[in-house]
């Protein structure tokens, strides 16, 4: 065992080694501050929208049917798609039968004719013959008679032709106006009936939309009023039309009317597609707020608003969208200051440094940095 006079050196210096090695104190941790912009909230003028639902619809249909009955198609010269012009031959039944009666016909015509020159030839003799007293009266009368009769069936024969004219024509099924061919009923060998249509035209291709309103919102409608229509199957097809008629009387069931709404030429739009039509109904001025600065979740709408440079989020009632903007209805009163940028990563109390709002172009790399920094 070694002397105590040479342990306590050997102590002392342990006791320094270990004192030099004494952990540092922790520091004390930065709370990182985001940064946003921020604006006060004011009052705009806000654009009220009235959004009505239906499909297109041609705005008239026309059947076409044959003039005649119990003669065979034999021709379909158009199909669905097709567009046709008034007059325009779309079908052609059997009419071999028909066109043999008409020759008859104009040849009876010929005949009636060649006896009325006769009688008139006879009857011009016949009174030269009177001024020299060489007929008597009666014969007179009977010539008369025959030209009389002569007339008559010439009139009756050209009658029977115009008659088998207009039966031949009744063979030709054409197009009773301007149009859109939209359905097709008839094919090659069909006996034709009037009662059944062989197609159906959309009048003069044009398109309207039918668009049943609310009672509440009748005040709201009015014919002559613009209607920016799209379709959610097919998001850039869309067209500016205008509200032709609301119709007089509601539907006893329902309590709607219908607002018919035309369509422009070459649409781009079909028949049967559903449809959203947009109309303006007026303005008012409304507290709003750009559209970023309001955060919607399960249990509603907030914005934040600054205190000093201390955010906290504010419960609101939003109200119609306009571009941008959005109205809010309640929960600001004019110039709160609002978060307009970074919303979307604060949480109540959080301290924020405000900036000065960044151009368009650099709002996205704005949004990306404060992501970064808040550390949420």
Known sequence: MPPRSSVLPLVTTVLLLAGCHKTPPKAASVQPVLTVTAEPATAHAMTHRLELTGSVAAWQLLPVSPQTAGLRVVSVLV???????RGQVMAKLDDATLQAELAQARARVEDAKANLASALDAYTRYAELEKQGGVSASEMTTRRIAVDTARASLAESEAALQQSQVAVSQTQVTAPDNGLVIKRNVQLGDVAAIANPMFTLARDNRLEVDAPIAESDLANVHAGQAAHVSSDAMPGLSAVGRVREVTPALDATNRQATAKIDLPASSGFKIGMFVRATLNTGTSSAIAVPLDSVITTQGGSQVFVLSGNVVHARPVTTGEQQDTW????????????????GAGFL????????????????ASATASGTATGSGQ
């Open 79 to 85: 199909d669905e798609g097709s567009h046709v012009k």
């Open 326 to 341: 959005i109205a809010i209805t309640s929960g600001l009163q004019p110039g709160d200051d609002v978060v307009t940028s």
């Open 347 to 362: 949480k109540d109390g959080d301290t924020v440094t405000v900036v000065a709002a960044t151009p368009a172009a650099d």
